[in-house]
């Protein structure tokens, strides 16, 4: 799988043997395969995002997504493929480009607070925010995650969050909840959230998605916020997740995590490390017994 960000061409499958910034026995790599956790996740985690008026006004005033959603939602995936995938030094290098970007990004809050998009704290919330989502939709809409691999995923998000200025990554779940209690006195409802709600459930955001799950998608998203920010936000019962659209979603979860496209990210990542193109859809037992045997030293 090849593409094309700020100029730098993309390819998850060389150089041959390149690691990327997180090993291929990640809960990360598990996670970032599946399509459903990642196009829900990545919705919570703008939610929580734009629940902070700087973050919200930084996005809503400096990115193309309210004119061009598909292309701005394409952009972020690529890159979050790339920071789980990628061959390293190519994710350093389109990271650093995104961050030399959003060094341009100041302006001031309706409210009249000024913002800067590099500002630590808000480099913090977005990281955050991103493993949180990710995770917890592939936990609540594919497959349950254990406890101690919730952990391992939030302490291994790391490795990427300071790729991209994150200097406070959360270690664990709860360590997410203390950061978002610290900034939830801030956290307000807006207009905007209702509006990218909108085009979420348009289809003009995803239209790879089936439009009978565009609506379920966002409401999905939106069950992921702990019930107290749901309300904060003003998420009312329109929002509601029904049964049928939570088994709906879980189907086409269980489903997205077992079918492997050749030329993605996660199938050409595993060719490059010398791995089966199928190395990600065996079992975990599997997974392992491959993985002991590359490290195996070689006799003659």
């Not at 390819?11 to 598990?30: I, K, M, N, T």
């Not at 913002?115 to 630590?120: I, K, L, S, T, V």
């Not at 009978?212 to 992921?224: C, I, P, Q």
């Not at 998420?235 to 079918?259: C, I, Q, T």
Request: charged content about 25%.
């Amino acid at each position: 799988m090849a593409d094309n960000y700020l100029g730098t061409r993309i390819d998850f499958a060389s150089p041959q043997g390149e690691p990327a910034l997180l090993p291929p026995d990640s809960v990360q790599w598990r996670v970032y395969k599946n399509q459903i956790a990642l196009g829900i996740g990545g919705i919570a985690a703008v939610l929580l995002e734009f629940a902070e008026p700087r973050i919200r006004s930084g996005v809503w005033d400096h990115s193309t997504y309210k004119v061009d959603p598909i292309g701005r939602s394409r952009r972020t995936g690529t890159v979050a493929l790339l920071a789980c995938y990628g061959p390293a030094s190519t994710a350093r290098n389109v990271i650093g480009m995104v961050n030399r970007m959003h060094g341009k990004v100041v302006g001031e809050t309706p409210g009249g607070e000024k913002y800067r998009a590099m500002d630590p704290v808000l480099l913090d919330w977005v990281a955050a925010t991103a493993s949180y989502g990710f995770l917890m939709a592939y936990d609540r809409f594919v497959s349950p995650v254990t406890e101690a691999d919730k952990d391992r995923f939030m302490r291994d998000g790391e490795a990427i969050g300071r790729q991209f200025g994150a200097r406070r990554t959360p270690q664990s779940i709860a360590d997410f909840m203390v950061m978002m209690e610290e900034l939830e006195p801030r956290f307000e409802p807006h207009p905007i959230i209702s509006e990218f709600l909108g085009i979420i459930e348009s289809g003009r955001a995803a239209p790879s998605i089936p439009k009978f799950l565009h609506r379920a998608v966002a409401r999905a998203a939106v069950s992921l916020l702990p019930p107290h920010i749901r309300q904060c936000l003003g998420l009312g019962r329109e929002y509601d997740l029904s049964v049928p659209e939570k088994l709906a979603l879980k189907m086409a979860g269980k489903l997205a995590d077992k079918r492997m496209d050749a030329k993605s990210a996660p199938v050409q990542a595993s060719l490059r490390l010398g791995l089966p193109a199928d190395f990600l859809y065996r079992s975990p037992a599997q997974q392992r017994r491959l993985l002991g045997e590359m490290r195996e030293p070689a006799f003659a």
